[in-house]
T-cell receptor, first 112, second 112 residues
Framework: QQPVQSPQAVILREGEDAVINCSSS?????VHWYRQKHGEAPVFLMI?????EQKGHEKISASFNEKKQQSSLYLTASQLSYSGTYFC?????????????FGQGTILTVHP | DAGITQSPRHKVTETGTPVTLRCHQT?????MYWYRQDPGHGLRLIHY???????DKGEVSDGYSVSRSKTEDFLLTLESATSSQTSVYFC???????????FGPGTRLLVL
């Protein structure tokens, strides 16, 4: 079952903040966030693990609510370079260890 | 840079012809993946490998086969290409330490 991302698209001006949500119907072991620019490969941003551990880039923050099977990505003081499509990938662990199921993506556009 | 290359980067072929895409990694990672990306569907897992000669199906495996005879190479074969297999194909590896996936540059395949 594919995780659901919201919103589907968001438009910002430079300096504004945005939150992208990812919700799953299954219990999660980890959530992975990626950004993809047009014509390029997805680029890793952050991983959030069950139990609270996070690993990622310094300027990106995210949360993981294990009970609600939800994750949110926080983009603060947005820059033009933040534009792109953001994907969450969820891992349920167990027999699905190592497999990610991706959401449909959130298109973020930052204007000057 | 996770040391992943894909070949070819672009390919145009005709319906009914066989096509093989190659993913090559230089860092001896155990897990490798093939995804396809289509508008509105995000990234969908085709097949993955958890070791040499160890492979398993993903959510959209029909019409595709894979092989992994060496750690560094993961091949995706379309036995008889169809127009519905026109897509962008991404290979990924599961990195050590951060346990997330890193993507190759992608292959654009057009089946006429």
């Amino acid at each position: 079952q594919q995780p659901v991302q919201s919103p589907q698209a968001v438009i910002l001006r430079e300096g504004e903040d945005a939150v992208i949500n990812c919700s799953s119907s299954k219990a999660l072991y980890s959530v992975h966030w990626y950004r993809q620019k047009h014509g390029e490969a997805p680029v890793f941003l952050m991983i959030l693990l069950k139990g609270g551990e996070q690993k990622g880039h310094e300027k990106i923050s995210a949360s993981f609510n294990e009970k609600k099977q939800q994750s949110s990505l926080y983009l603060t003081a947005s820059q033009l370079s933040y534009s792109g499509t953001y994907f969450c990938g969820t891992e349920t662990g167990g027999t699905s260890y190592g497999k990610l199921t991706f959401g449909q993506g959130t298109i973020l556009t930052v204007h000057p | 840079d996770a040391g992943i290359t894909q070949s070819p980067r672009h390919k145009v072929t005709e319906t009914g012809t066989p096509v093989t895409l190659r993913c090559h990694q230089t860092e001896n990672h155990r897990y490798m993946y093939w995804y396809r990306q289509d508008p509105g569907h995000g990234l969908r897992l085709i097949h993955y490998s958890y070791g040499v000669k160890d492979t398993d199906k993903g959510e959209v495996s029909d019409g595709y086969s894979v092989s992994r005879s060496k750690t560094e190479d993961f091949l995706l074969t379309l036995e008889s290409a169809t127009s519905s297999q026109t897509s962008v194909y991404f290979c990924a590896i599961r990195g050590q330490g951060w346990e997330t996936q890193y993507f190759g540059p992608g292959t654009r395949l057009l089946v006429l």
